[in-house]
């Protein structure tokens, strides 16, 4: 089956725009994760969406919001963009329900958006 | 949420063995260990998950002691593909994602 996808793949935006991001999940998914990678901080989680309600949100100011749609489809919004904002944001989707003991909800990933601030 | 430690990076040649160690000394009971592999620019790929013993699967193997405290990635006979960023996590990962935290990971170097 299709794995995840991320559009667009590059971007480039300037200080005080927003942008916003879409992963598509795989199919039969219900949960969809976002996370930044820089190489300073490394992967970072953002927030993680299942059935069109956010989960869980890490540890990011309010710039960055997001949203999932009926579909699984997610979008990810960051608005007045810094320079520190420039980074790779990656897509994870996953089953989102545990199977029970002993089960593992893998995270399937995107290639990605890499984003570049200027 | 237990904290891992690996080291920053390692070097090997093709057809070796390789081995990384993770270190998680609070790792809880409903914890379990994974691994994933991430090449440049792209998304990290899972590799192996285990809570105790030894998993083996077609491409590694994970051995975990009886004190679950630490954790070893054993990669048999690698090759030039290999070469990336290897993430030890721990976690209850049954279902959430905020779960999952990534370490700096273990950035892999393969020689010809």
């Known amino acids: 089956k299709a794995g995840v996808t991320q559009t667009p793949r590059y971007l480039i935006k300037t200080r005080g725009q927003q942008v916003t991001l879409s992963c598509s999940p795989i199919?039969?998914?219900?949960?969809v994760s976002w996370y930044q990678q820089t190489p300073g901080q490394g992967l970072q989680f953002l927030f993680e969406y299942f059935s069109e309600t956010q989960r869980n949100k890490g540890n990011f100011p309010g710039r960055f919001s997001g949203r999932q749609f009926s579909n699984s489809r997610s979008e990810m919004n960051v608005s007045t963009l810094e320079l520190g904002d420039s980074a790779l944001y990656l897509c994870a989707s996953s089953r989102g329900t545990s199977g029970g003991a002993g089960s593992y909800n893998e995270q399937f990933f995107g290639p990605g958006t890499r984003l570049t601030v200027l | 949420l237990a904290k891992t430690t690996q080291p920053i990076s390692m070097d090997s040649y093709e057809g070796q063995e390789v081995n990384i160690t993770c270190s998680h000394n609070n790792i809880a009971t409903n914890d379990y260990i994974t691994w994933y592999q991430q090449f440049p620019s792209q998304g990290p790929r899972f590799i192996i998950q285990g809570y105790k013993t030894k998993v083996t699967n077609e491409v590694a193997s994970l051995f975990i002691p009886a004190d679950r405290k630490s954790s070893t990635l054993s990669l048999p006979r690698v090759s030039l593909s290999d070469t990336a960023v290897y993430y030890c996590l721990v976690g209850d990962m049954g279902s959430s994602a905020s779960k999952i935290i990534f370490g700096s990971g273990t950035r892999l170097s393969i020689r010809p």
């Open positions: 199919s039969g998914h219900r949960s």
